[in-house]
């Protein structure tokens, strides 16, 4: 089978590599143009068009996939099917017309649930014990099309976004190369999805992770590895942000108000609505990530509070 794998970032590369592998024909990826990125604002390639570069594959990258010329190359490659993972742009319905299978996406969660951009994020934000990936037939609505094949995977109580993902991409992989088999041995058949069950996952915004000190703090957890590594949860401190890393909730830890900090040689506690959690590592403003302990030996005599 003829395939244009459709991706931008480093989540998407576990399923390239894998289609690669298999016994199907890769001629092209479709990708995000290249994007400043960094403190040098240097223009970078995507994970996905970098890989295809070191693997002489065609990359194809235009600003909207609408795009006339984009859709004549479309054509003119005479893919079968084109599978995506985390492209980053809306298909239109002339796109997703032209291959003869059409286009098919890797999910990350158990689709009705989580629909939209950051679905690891916010199941892990919401606290679910258990979510998954689905591979499904792209459509105009939002994660909205017929199912090939799904997986489950557990959500462990102290796994961040990072962690599950990583997980998931791995396994979705193996998902996605036997639901192209599938397809391409005419035995796969989708199944709509479930009425029943949906709710939606908004991009995760950099407000999103601000930490919350009025919170219980299982929601402070929550919300903080929710959040890592990207955006990264942050608080104010003394008129900056302070990024922190994973935190262990401490019911044994000192009685704190809310945002009240309690420096010690074991460690820097936190106040919440209810436990106080002990802080793991810090990024000061301008600074390498650092233990909170040492951060906290930094200050000294002073009592700070979070905002």
Known sequence: MRILFAG?????????????ASDHELVAVLTRPDARTGRGRKVSRSPVAAWADEHDVEVLTPAKPSEPDFLERLRELAVDLVPVVAYGAL?????????????????????????????????VLAGDEMTGACVFQLEAGLDTGPVYGRLTEPIG???????????LAAAGARLT???VDGLDAGILQAEPQPEEGVSYAPKITVEDARVRWSDPAFAVDRRIRAVSPA????????????????????????????????????????G??????????????????MDAAAWGRGL????????
Do not use: M, Y
């Not at 109580?157 to 997980?167: A, M, P, Y």
């Not at 919440?272 to 990530?289: C, I, M, S, W």
């Not at 000294?300 to 905002?307: C, E, S, V």
């Open 8 to 20: 931008t970032p480093e989540v998407a590369l576990p399923t390239l590599e894998a289609l690669h």
């Open 91 to 123: 298909v239109p319905p002339a796109a997703l017309e032209i291959p003869g299978l059409g286009w098919i996406n890797l999910h990350f969660s158990l689709l009705p649930a989580w629909r939209g951009a950051a679905p690891v994020q916010h199941a």
């Open 157 to 167: 109580e102290h796994d961040t976004s990072g962690d599950l993902l990583d997980r």
């Open 177 to 179: 190369v036997d639901v």
């Open 231 to 270: 955006p990264g949860a942050w608080t104010e401190f003394e008129g900056a942000r302070l990024r922190l890393g994973p935190v262990t909730v401490d019911p044994d830890g000192p009685a704190l108000a809310p945002g009240e900090v309690a420096l010690a040689k074991r460690g820097v506690h936190v």
């Open 272 to 289: 919440t609505a209810t436990d106080p959690v002990r802080l793991g590592e810090v990024q000061p403003a301008g600074k390498q990530r």
């Open 300 to 307: 000294q005599n002073a009592k700070p509070r979070f905002a």
